[in-house]
């Protein structure tokens, strides 16, 4: 059974550039999660997807930052006109429910540098 | 105020040693606590789920401190595989994981 898959895990994106990460869940997985990871910071919840639907984006920045989860195919995570306080490691999870003992299980991460 | 604060470390420690560190979180709400682990910034993954009555895993135990809002873990018989960042982690009676910066323990042989 795969397990979380991100791609790609390292992206080099110049100022003003578009970057779109990819996350897969797990098999039999509905519910998306995406974390960010600043240097030296903890991770900070992004955005909440399940399939056709954003549940909750109280993360994301209001600007620049975009997420989708379609009926067919991975989630992405859009950030337009990327600055160099983008880069970071950006991490998904996916749980097969939400309640409050679901673990959720976390892919490789994407690394984002921003030059 | 963060809603999870951890001691950075670095604790370094000789193979064999017993380390133990804390976190502390603000939300007097949270339900659920985790201890994850992250190696070089890899992907984090459980380590333990922290219950009020405290547990034990091997050589890993956990304690939670609901009137102190503390969880701590502690390390017996420390192995080198035991070098990473601990990752303590709080949820809510939601989904969102509020994530601690980390303890860096680095096992030396």
């Known amino acids: 059974n795969a397990g979380v898959m991100q791609n790609p895990r390292h992206l080099v994106r110049r100022r003003g550039q578009e970057a779109r990460l990819r996350c897969s869940p797990m098999?039999?997985?509905?519910?998306v999660y995406w974390y960010r990871q600043l240097p030296e910071e903890g991770l900070k919840f992004m955005v909440y997807?399940?399939?056709?639907?954003?549940?909750?984006e109280s993360g994301m920045p209001k600007e620049r930052f975009s997420a989708e989860f379609p009926k067919e195919g991975p989630s992405i995570l859009r950030i337009q006109q990327v600055v160099r306080g983008d880069s970071a490691a950006y991490f998904c999870?996916?749980?097969?429910?939400?309640?409050?003992?679901?673990?959720?299980?976390f892919g490789p991460g994407t690394r984002l540098t921003v030059l | 105020r963060k809603e999870v604060e951890q001691d950075p470390g670095p604790f370094n420690v000789p193979e064999g040693a017993t380390v133990a560190f804390n976190c502390t979180y603000s939300n007097s709400a949270s339900q659920s606590f985790f201890w994850y682990r992250q190696d070089c910034r890899k992907e984090p993954k459980l380590l333990m789920s922290?219950?009020?009555s405290g547990n034990e895993d091997g050589r890993f135990t956990a304690q939670l401190n609901r009137a102190s809002q503390y969880i701590s873990l502690l390390i017996r018989d420390s192995k080198l595989s035991d070098s990473a960042t601990y990752l303590c982690?709080?949820?809510?009676?939601?989904?969102?994981?509020?994530f601690g910066a980390g303890t860096t323990v680095t096992v030396r042989a």
């Open positions: 997807l399940q399939k056709e639907n954003i549940i909750d």
């Open positions: 922290v219950y009020s």
């Open positions: 982690v709080v949820k809510g009676n939601d989904y969102k994981l509020s």
């Open positions: 999870a996916s749980s097969p429910l939400t309640s409050g003992s679901d673990t959720q299980y």
């Open positions: 098999k039999g997985h509905s519910h």
